[in-house]
């Protein structure tokens, strides 16, 4: 029997009006300064001040770090450290969706390691824990205030790093939905749809086990009945309730069954792009699943039930095809867009893309290993 490793903050505070309890957890802990990392629109929207309210209320310094920026670069990064360093802070406090998140877990492992941040790329590169996190997030989807991974940009090779490291784990998250009403219909839609892809990957890759799948397929059961009223009603809360708790179930399943290739290639997009993470994901999903199902479509009949598709009677084959039209559907009923053209892309590397694509940290996760030309085939039909 195989045995697992499983990853998991030590403190998750979750639902409505849990940021109330922010400071009290924090208090514990006796920090002296914190560097809050967030961008320049969280800033000044108030959705940050938030959160540094809670720092105030048990009197903890503070300076903030706003110069974040959507698919986080390794400058983003080291200006971050700069501040750290001069201010004498000993704790993060990381507000936003994924690209805050993902820069104030780099910040805080370089703090520690030191060294080039590039070679921090792949599983596990780093020896020393990082400084003290405190993740506070403002989307539901990414998963990065919970899970060991994080993403960051080598705009001098124009490729998305992915970082799998055990030492990136925070040390309190916070998912209140409070944060997130009133959030652009696009950003909830994208990252829902990055929620799915966690759920779904996390299921067909091999290293699934008992306790990922059923927090995947919980996730994949919450985000189709849930995801479109979130979209709707930027202020329903009980669906921006449950969307949180979609991330932190999806959460769980990959950080420790690992992704695939719809992620592989999704950060190609990125890095090479600038495209949002969640809706490269989106739309690259059903064709790698596809891709998957041919393969093995054993676990696709799992997934089509916790979708809400009738399975009784149907073969595996035909609850992967089901699979696959529910989440064109999804994507169609939540605007993600078809192509990359619709995004202003009008010229595309393939060969680029697919060559780091299967060189990306996420690409052993996947069932099977394609070639590179079929790589450039999944990558041509979103074109």
């Avoid at 979750?14 to 300064?33: A, H, I, N, V, Y």
Wanted: proline content about 4%; aromatic content about 6%.
């Amino acid at each position: 029997m195989m045995s697992h490793v499983f990853y998991v903050p030590s403190i998750n505070l979750m639902g409505r009006g849990c940021l109330k309890e922010l400071g009290s957890q924090m208090k514990e802990f006796g920090f002296k300064k914190a560097l809050v990392v967030t961008d320049k629109f969280l800033n000044q929207s108030g959705v940050a001040g938030k959160v540094t309210a809670q720092l105030d209320s048990i009197n903890l310094d503070y300076i903030v770090y706003d110069d974040v920026r959507p698919n986080p670069t390794t400058e983003n990064v080291y200006a971050g450290v700069d501040v750290f360093k001069t201010n004498n802070c000993d704790v993060l406090v990381s507000i936003g969706g994924g690209s805050p998140q993902d820069t104030a877990k780099a910040i805080g492992l370089y703090v520690t390691n030191g060294g080039d941040l590039r070679d921090y790329e792949g599983v596990g590169k780093t020896k020393n824990k990082a400084v003290p996190i405190v993740a506070v997030n403002t989307t539901a989807g990414t998963s990065s205030e919970f899970t060991i991974n994080y993403v960051i940009t080598d705009k001098e090779r124009e490729v998305k790093m992915v970082m799998v490291d055990k030492n990136s784990l925070v040390t309190i998250s916070v998912n209140d939905p409070e944060l997130m009403v009133n959030k652009p219909a696009a950003l909830t839609a994208a990252t829902g749809m990055d929620a799915l892809t966690h759920a779904i990957e996390a299921i067909v890759t091999p290293g699934a086990y008992t306790v990922t799948d059923a927090t995947a397929l919980a996730a994949v059961e919450i985000v189709f009945n849930y995801l479109p009223r979130a979209v709707k009603d930027g202020y329903d809360i009980e669906a921006r309730e449950q969307m949180t708790y979609v991330m932190f179930l999806g959460g769980i399943a990959f950080n420790n069954a690992g992704l695939g290739f719809v992620h592989a290639m999704a950060h190609q997009l990125g890095g090479l792009y600038d495209l949002p993470h969640g809706v490269c994901n989106a739309m690259l999903l059903p064709i790698v699943e596809r891709e998957n199902a041919k393969r093995d479509p054993r676990k696709f009949r799992a997934i089509a039930k916790a979708a809400g598709i009738d399975v009784d009677g149907k073969s595996d084959k035909e609850c992967a095809e089901e699979v696959i039209e529910a989440i064109k559907s999804l994507s169609k009923e939540v605007g993600i867009p078809n192509t990359l053209c619709e995004l202003g892309v009008t010229e595309v590397d393939l060969d680029k893309l697919a060559d780091n694509a299967l060189k990306d940290a996420c690409a052993p996760g996947n069932p099977f290993e394609p070639t590179k030309e079929e790589v450039i085939s999944m990558f041509e039909e979103i074109l």
